[in-house]
């Protein structure tokens, strides 16, 4: 069948493209990455159950990247400012729930949360966003896009891998989304990202 005859793809990255109310100057707006776990597991790195379990068969998040038009972004804006387990206790089962790192050896997910804070977090980081802002913000948003029932809406369901040729059927559900390769990622037959116009205060409240 057509469908075999397309790869794998190594990981789908769905990157919602979300503007930015006057949150910062420093970037023009937020890639909000989520990934499917059977993608992230179908590549030469391995990859490890977290700590907490097998993720559920969903979409993870992994980060709410500031960006700038360009395609350049900004990173590492604070080398300072480490996450704080204090800061987001409240939220840390969500987090393990919904942004479960994926990498070896397995974790409880804080050193990736760490990571996507430093490189990514600091560069947003305002009177209006600080960490547990940073954190809340991405958990509300994977929450109101439900890319699980866009895929179910789609006729697509939850799979251990996901096909470049489901794409277009995903798009149907997603119609402000768009395919995108803008950060290099992997095999160019591969449906690797997908931007979504979406009004970042509006979601994120
Ligand atoms: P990025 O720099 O692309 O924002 O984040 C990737 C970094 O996070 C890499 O160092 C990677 O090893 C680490 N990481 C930990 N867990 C995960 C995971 O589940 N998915 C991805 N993509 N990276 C992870």
Redesign the pocket.
């Known amino acids: 069948m057509k469908l075999i005859t397309f790869s794998v793809f190594i990981?789908l990255l769905i990157i919602q493209y979300l503007s930015v109310l006057c949150v910062s100057e420093d970037f023009d707006f937020f890639y909000f990455v989520q990934?499917w776990p059977g993608s992230?597991c179908d590549t030469k790195h391995s990859c490890c159950y977290p700590r907490t379990g097998k993720p559920a068969a969903d979409f993870?998040i992994?980060?709410l990247?500031p960006q700038n038009k360009d395609g350049s972004y900004p990173q590492n804006c604070n080398r300072d400012s480490s996450l704080n387990e204090d800061q987001i206790s409240d939220l840390t089962s969500s987090l393990q729930k919904d942004w479960?790192?994926?990498?070896c050896p397995s974790s409880t997910g804080f050193?990736?949360w760490s990571?996507?804070w430093e490189?990514?977090g600091t560069c947003a980081e305002s009177e209006e966003i600080d960490q547990h802002g940073y954190f809340e913000a991405a958990l509300k948003l994977k929450e109101k896009a439900n890319l699980l029932q866009a895929l179910k809406s789609a006729g697509i369901h939850a799979l251990p891998v996901i096909y470049t040729a489901f794409f277009p059927r995903l798009k149907e559900s997603l119609p402000s989304a768009t395919a995108s390769n803008n950060h290099g990622l992997r095999k160019k037959n591969m449906v690797q990202e997908l931007n979504q116009t979406m009004d970042f205060m509006t979601w994120a409240a």
Not at 100 to 103: D, I
């Open positions: 990981k990934q992230y993870g992994h980060g990247w479960p790192s994926l990498s050193r990736f990571h996507e490189k990514h």
